[in-house]
């Protein structure tokens, strides 16, 4: 490299340090979760091997004991307010000499206020033991993430969970999914003080792709509303075309909250011009695009990939058309119509 080049190269080589250094300051602040109340005195914490929610609601912990302490129980807990759920902990001794305490339990939402439902115990209200098979039943909110170590004469001892490190990955599986189930978010956080925090979420309003087929005269979807704010029978299946705002209706089937219905396509072709729409469910004024949403995937329209597809209409025409994923994991269609297509878009249904 020439003199003259050199000085251009090192300011380059600081401005990318300089950016690099704002982007892992972005990312602390965005998995930091804001500072509980004050009064709260220091507490010593276990160094976790591993702590994640994986598949959007399994809560996997493994957590290093204290060395030299003599152990006869342990229980990992989660508090919020004046509720706490305990999950009993499995003592597994290594060969090396060190003890892992690990747990494995399944994350549900409820809206049961603090202190009501069925955690019970004695002398603390609110306090959940064993948790059944349903798993821990959390309220939306931050959860402090501890643990309490019980000794052979009966002492029990509560720490923190020192947090994890900061997911970095940037590949087509993302980090941190929502349940796929319900919709609700289990997301592990880190407090100002370095300790776990588990972040519960409600799931918002919204409708989930399920399946979409593609046959050689229609395109069927099927999907569900996730928290509904309305009765089945207040949505309505539309097809509203980018640009031009024209509106196409479908008849809409329902099986409780999941719903199904055919494209309606002899409505969105016009000639041989393409046109793009955006398939939603429509509820009172609000408009809700169906998309793949409760998924790890990243860049869903690269992973989804689908096909073009000649279809026939009932009336013998052809059409050309694309049901694909948009980058925002919406469904879309692109539709084109071949000669003699009937011209049936152009107004609102």
Not at 27 to 56: K, M, Q
Not at 324 to 346: H, K, M, R
């Amino acid at each position: 490299m020439s003199d003259a080049l050199l000085p251009y190269a090192v300011g380059a080589a600081k401005r990318a340090r300089r950016v690099a250094v704002r982007m892992r300051r972005r990312v602390e602040r965005l998995h930091t979760a804001p500072a509980f109340g004050g009064g709260i005195p220091p507490r010593p914490a276990l160094r976790p091997l591993h702590l994640s929610v994986l598949g959007g609601r399994t809560l996997n912990a493994a957590l290093f004991a204290p060395p030299g302490t003599d152990l006869a129980s342990a229980q990992l807990e989660l508090a919020r307010g004046g509720r706490v759920h305990r999950l009993p902990l499995e003592l597994e001794p290594q060969p090396d000499g060190t003890l892992l305490l690990t747990a494995t339990t399944a994350l549900r939402l409820t809206d049961a206020p603090a202190g009501t439902g069925t955690d019970t115990g004695p002398g603390r209200a609110g306090l959940g033991l064993t948790p059944g098979r349903a798993g821990l039943a959390l309220t939306p909110g931050l959860w402090r993430v501890g643990t309490v170590l019980t000794r052979p004469d009966g002492q029990e001892q509560r720490t923190g969970v020192a947090a994890v490190p900061l997911p970095a990955t940037d590949g087509p599986i993302a980090p941190v999914s929502p349940d796929p189930a319900g919709g609700a978010h289990f997301r592990l956080m880190r407090s100002v003080d370095g300790f776990a925090v588990l972040k519960v979420r409600a799931p918002a309003h919204q409708a989930e792709l399920d399946t979409f087929a593609l046959r050689w005269d229609r395109i069927s979807v099927r999907g569900r509303v996730v928290a509904p704010q309305a009765p089945p029978a207040a949505y309505t299946a539309q097809a509203v075309r980018r640009g031009g705002g024209a509106v196409v209706q479908a008849p809409l089937e329902w099986d409780g909250d999941a719903f199904a219905f055919d494209l309606p396509l002899a409505g969105m072709v016009s000639g041989r011009k393409a046109l793009r729409w955006d398939i939603q469910l429509q509820q009172g004024r609000t408009g809700l695009k169906i998309g793949r949403r409760l998924t790890d995937l990243r860049r869903r329209n690269q992973v989804i990939r689908t096909s073009f597809r000649i279809i026939a209409l009932e009336d013998g025409s052809l059409l050309r058309v694309h049901a694909y994923i948009t980058s925002a994991g919406a469904l879309a269609v692109s539709c084109v119509g071949f000669e003699g297509a009937p011209d049936g878009a152009e107004g609102r249904v």
